[in-house]
């Protein structure tokens, strides 16, 4: 009976058949790795599975050489030692069209992406397998972004070494600091890239909104950095936007026009001309809380790249504060920090499992101005 698998594999120079094969390896290798773990219940139909994609993976669609189907008994011709034969005259071969060619080598990021996988398995935890090979590459680079940069950089060099040439689309966004690659592209598997350059400009709708108001510029190419990640992980929460422990999940299109609807809102309000400076710190302070609230479970790392864009935020924070007498403003972003030392400075807390009773993310700063008073808001480790 024909394997429709195996045929469509041996298709030349079809692009299905290359997607098909590349989804394959990325089966094997999650299959491979999940087999070396104690205790799964699926365990002994995994040898048999194993076998089959090696079959359909091979060049010949057969078995790996040495290796016989499982449920096949070897024929004795293929176990005796037979004398040598004089070969029979073979008709001249017609050339009926185009040949099978051997399968392309797997990609190498591949093979990156499962060394990576292994490597940060405890640090990401259990989620759902990602929706094909183009998809689990993105969502690799998306990785990168929440572990300490220093933890990131030999990933990123991997990764750099597998641009592609010139050909390759890019996305851009304008840049925090130094210009760097923040999605690699993958052409093959539709992967457009994304990094951030100098000439890149905020969309208009930021600048226009934040006006001329204190640190304009800086605040515009934040927001521009978080709609840009917004609109490719989905993996992030909105809890600037969420009710109470119930954040918002940014894979929902709605959830993230529902994001830039009120982020704007923010900016135009803090940009608006002829605001006190009391009234402007407070209004700054919930910009702030809008680029700080947007974040991954678990938290991203200390000196992450999204460490960094919290950091470039609360730093306008306290610019702003300077120019305001009197003004109060204490963010809670010391590590360890515990919730009893903050008594009476925040509100609206979200609990979720982790270090018992400490401080994991400052959601918004506590700040006072004017007379008014603005509570902070963190994420807390909580025993469950």
């Excluded at 692009?15 to 205790?39: H, I, K, P, Q």
């Excluded at 996988?117 to 680079?141: D, I, L, N, S, V």
């Excluded at 974040?295 to 919290?310: D, G, I, M």
């Amino acid at each position: 009976m024909n394997d429709p698998l195996a045929e469509l594999l041996g298709v030349p120079g079809s692009e299905l058949a290359r997607r098909l094969r590349a989804g394959l390896e990325l089966v094997d290798a999650a299959l491979r790795d999940a087999s070396t773990r104690d205790g799964d219940p699926g365990a002994d139909l995994y040898p048999e599975v194993g076998a089959r994609l090696a079959r359909l993976l091979s060049p010949s669609g057969q078995s790996p050489e040495g290796d016989t189907p499982a449920g096949t008994a070897p024929t004795p011709a293929e176990v005796r030692h037979e004398p040598a034969r004089r070969p029979t005259p073979q008709p001249a071969r017609v050339d009926t069209g185009p040949r099978a060619q051997p399968a392309p080598a797997a990609d190498p990021r591949l093979d990156l992406m499962e060394r990576f996988a292994k490597a940060t398995a405890e640090a990401f935890g259990r989620r759902p397998a990602a929706a094909g090979p183009g998809p689990a590459w993105q969502r690799f680079c998306l990785d990168l972004l929440r572990l300490p940069a220093h933890e990131a950089r030999r990933w990123r060099d991997e990764a750099v070494g597998l641009d592609p040439g010139d050909g390759a689309q890019w996305d851009t966004a304008p840049a925090l600091a130094e210009p760097e690659p923040l999605i690699h592209p993958w052409p093959e598997q539709g992967v457009v890239g994304l990094k951030t350059t100098r000439g890149a400009h905020p969309p208009a709708e930021l600048t226009t909104a934040l006006g001329e108001a204190p640190g304009a510029p800086r605040l515009a190419v934040l927001g521009s950095l978080l709609l840009a990640l917004a609109a490719r992980d989905h993996e992030l929460y909105d809890w600037a936007s969420g009710a109470g422990e119930r954040p918002l999940l940014l894979s929902d299109p709605q959830t993230r026009d529902m994001l830039r609807s009120r982020l704007l809102k923010r900016l135009e309000a803090y940009g608006r001309p002829g605001v006190a400076p009391e009234a402007r710190l407070l209004r700054l302070v919930e910009v702030d809380e809008h680029l700080c609230s947007v974040v991954h479970l678990p938290l991203a790392a200390q000196e992450s790249w999204w460490s960094r864009l919290w950091q470039a935020s609360r730093a306008e924070l306290t610019a702003m504060r300077r120019t305001v007498p009197g003004a109060v403003v204490r963010r809670f972003d010391a590590v360890g920090t515990r919730m009893d030392e903050i008594a009476g400075w925040t509100s609206g807390d979200v609990r979720v499992e982790g270090e018992d009773g400490r401080v994991l993310h400052c959601l918004r700063a506590y700040a006072e101005a004017g007379g008014k008073k603005k509570p902070g808001r963190v994420i807390f480790g909580a025993r469950s």
